[in-house]
């Protein structure tokens, strides 16, 4: 089968992912084999191309935004072992999606608080395992998550991990109906976070440098587009910052009301630079978002279906992945780039 595999991190300049025909993995017991229909690009993958973080090991498919078919399944280990429900019952000839989490404990404190996105033992698709950026993956049959039969392979691809943290960031943020909500960068998940607080009546105010970036967010509802240099006219309830980049933090408190929160929506980001401790006084919380929960897929998808939310996407051949990525990280891409066969 073909796969876009990393044998050596580099700049997506270097062109670093390489097509391979590479021998079609078995499912081991509880796995499942999944035919790839369409792969969704995410900063993630640009961050594990590029070594801003490092997966433990190497050559490497990346991809975690996974639509597929079920083409086979091994259950010697049974289904006794499946903690959700809405998995439970999937087999082979369905349609499924792959998140980023790839499996957790099961057993540790946070696996029982229900943050089975902080377990140590936590694995991550195209990351800890091979990923979608391939014809055929394995996945763990406890996570696949079933997609609302009236979203399309290419619009549901993007849902799977920028639709499903950018709905774990709004939580996180409090954010709560008909507030007032900055998102900061208008990328792929701020497109479709946009929507699900356009759908519980909040005012969205979208800082983003790019000009075509800032026509999508007016054309997707949001009530004030700018810079981050700019002063939207009213102070914020919550926010929740995109882009990997440190220095926007004190600017962004800046702009938050008093017991208000920000929500940092990124697995790296740059250095924060010291700030003056009146920016968080005022009982301001700033709070990181790490993964998400098998959970916030299951009810992120029905938000999905029930708000009609919309993915922008363009697509690009497998064989292109390379390029995708490098327009992902040139914001060329309005929403999302996803990778089909
Ligand atoms: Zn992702
Ligand atoms: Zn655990």
Redesign the pocket.
């Known amino acids: 089968m073909k796969a876009m595999r990393l044998h050596f991190q580099a700049q997506a300049e270097m062109q670093p992912l390489l097509l391979e025909e590479i021998p079609m993995p078995e499912p081991g017991p509880g796995q499942a084999l999944v035919r790839v229909l369409a792969c969704g690009v995410?900063?993630?993958d640009l961050h594990t191309l590029e070594g801003d973080i490092h997966p433990p090991t190497l050559p490497l498919t990346p991809g975690?935004?996974v639509v597929g078919v079920v083409d086979a399944v091994n259950e010697a280990r049974g289904r006794s072992e499946n903690a959700h429900s809405q998995s439970a019952n999937i087999g082979v000839g369905d349609r499924v999606g792959v998140p980023?989490l790839h499996s957790a404990c099961g057993t540790c404190e946070y696996c029982q608080r229900g943050q089975e996105n902080l377990c140590p033992q936590a694995r991550f698709t195209g990351f800890h395992v091979d990923g979608g950026y391939a014809e055929y993956m394995l996945a763990d049959l406890r996570y696949l998550l079933p997609i609302p039969p009236e979203i399309s392979d290419e619009q549901a691809a993007p849902l799977l991990?920028?639709g499903i943290?950018g709905y774990r960031s709004l939580r996180l943020a409090d954010v709560h109906p008909g507030e007032r909500v900055g998102l900061v960068g208008f990328g792929a998940s701020a497109h479709l976070t946009i929507q699900v607080a356009r759908g519980w009546g909040c005012d969205v105010y979208v800082f983003t440098r790019s000009a075509e970036h800032r026509q999508h967010a007016a054309e997707l509802g949001a009530a004030w587009t700018g810079g981050i240099e700019d002063t939207p006219p009213r102070l914020l309830d919550s926010a929740v910052i995109f882009a990997p980049s440190g220095k926007l933090v004190p600017l962004v408190l800046e702009r938050l009301r008093p017991g208000g929160t920000l929500a940092i929506n990124a697995i790296h980001m740059s250095d924060i630079p010291e700030m003056p401790y009146r920016l968080i006084y005022g009982e301001r919380t700033l709070r990181s978002v790490a993964n998400a929960t098998y959970q916030d897929g299951v009810e992120f998808l029905r938000i999905a279906s029930k708000l009609s939310i919309q993915s922008s996407v363009t697509i690009y051949p497998l064989d292109e992945a390379n390029q995708a990525l490098l327009d992902l990280k040139h914001s060329k891409i309005n929403g999302e780039a996803v990778l089909v066969d």
């Open positions: 995410c900063h993630t975690h935004q980023w991990c920028a943290i």
